[in-house]
């Protein structure tokens, strides 16, 4: 019987949520070739996503009606 060549690849992600309420998170992606007998890596490329976030504090002014003031 012939030996097989069989090719992987790995990606992993990095998420970095960001600092502040409603600011930008991103995501970086690393993906890899799997080469070798040891399946040692062999990075194939990089990149990182971004985009804002959606948790953007809600500041809500309750009415002075709802605390008994008139």
């Given at each position: 019987?012939?030996?097989?060549?069989?090719?992987?690849?790995?990606?992993r992600f990095t998420l970095d949520p960001?600092?502040?309420r409603g600011g930008t998170?991103?995501?970086k992606v690393v993906y890899d070739d799997v080469?070798?007998?040891d399946g040692q890596l062999?990075?194939?490329e990089t990149f990182t996503l971004h985009r804002p976030r959606h948790d953007q504090a809600i500041y809500v002014r309750a009415?002075?009606?709802d605390y008994g003031h008139q």
């Open positions: 019987m012939g030996s097989r060549v069989i090719r992987a690849n790995i990606a960001g600092p502040v998170t991103s995501i080469v070798g007998p062999a990075r194939f009415h002075e009606s």
